[in-house]
């Protein structure tokens, strides 16, 4: 069996509790979303890449010598390679991350080999406009916010794995509407699981984010940085 990668590297990882730990990072593409703001449309909107079986993902990841893998995607639960990828990375001692948007759920999950599960989940800001001009057939307006969020499946993601963080992009004030109401409707979470990331590929500019600190501040959430971007800037591999 294989799977299609859109992109394989070594890097720091720029996001969340983990921020600044060497990582090895695997992109499965693929998703069932199309955020209008997507910063990997070549596993999204318009999935791309080269095929791999699970041994040759596990030896790549072995060669690196890095202890900490991380899976992502597009969405790397739509996959059903994914048991048996985190399984063989876990054999070979690795921490692992998996990066999803928290909207897919199987009973297999459960025994998943996942360390840290990063869910982020899409607010009303992701979804692309009827008339986008990446989707002719106009299909992904109502595609996207049917899918975006289940409570149902972040609750069980939630219960499942002990390790989590709950990662909201957000693009303004009002987004945080929309969160206090996610998180009313889910139980087992404290706040120190759910940040605060800046929509953008750029550095967020002086002051810009101050309504975001004072949201963490005022609800004891964290900010997440993308210490790639400042890094790196807005670049594939990275
Ligand atoms: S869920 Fe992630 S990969 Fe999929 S469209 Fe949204 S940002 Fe892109």
């Given amino acids: 069996m294989s ?16 921020t600044g730990v060497p990582s ?12 209008t703001w997507c910063d990997t449309p070549y596993a999204s909107w318009n999935p791309e ?13 072995k060669e690196t010598g890095l202890s900490h893998a991380v899976v992502t995607g597009g969405e790397p639960m739509i996959f059903k390679e994914l048991p048996e990828l985190c399984a063989e990375l876990r054999s070979i001692g690795m921490h692992i991350t998996i990066e999803t948007a928290g909207t897919v759920f199987s009973e297999n999950w459960q ?28 299909v992904w307006h109502d595609k ?5 969020l289940d ?13 989590r963080q709950l990662k909201f992009v957000v693009a303004g004030e009002q987004d945080l509407v ?8 889910m ?4 706040p120190s699981d759910v940040m605060l990331m800046p929509e953008g590929t750029q550095t967020p500019s002086p002051g810009s984010t101050d309504w975001i600190v004072r949201a963490c501040l005022d609800n004891g959430w964290r900010y997440c940085n993308r210490l790639h971007i400042d890094l790196f800037g807005d670049r594939r591999g990275t």
Avoid at 144 to 148: M, V, W
Wanted: hydrophobic fraction near 40%; charge should be neutral; glycine fraction near 8%.
């Fill in 24 to 35: 090895w990072f695997v992109r499965l593409s693929g998703c069932n979303l199309r955020c």
């Fill in 111 to 138: 025994s998943l080999a996942c360390d840290l599960m990063s869910i982020s989940p899409k607010l009303a800001n992701s979804t692309p406009a009827k008339d986008d001009t990446r989707d002719p057939l106009g």
């Fill in 178 to 185: 929309e969160i206090r109401s996610v998180l009313d409707g």
């Fill in 151 to 163: 409570l149902g499946v972040l609750n069980r993601l939630i219960a499942s794995f002990a390790d």
């Fill in 49 to 61: 890449g080269t095929k791999y079986t699970v041994a040759d993902l596990v030896q790549i990841a």
């Fill in 3 to 18: 799977v299609l990668v859109s992109e394989i590297f070594s890097s720091i990882q720029g996001e969340g509790k983990l």
């Fill in 187 to 190: 139980s087992g979470l404290v």
């Fill in 144 to 148: 996207h916010e049917a899918r975006r």
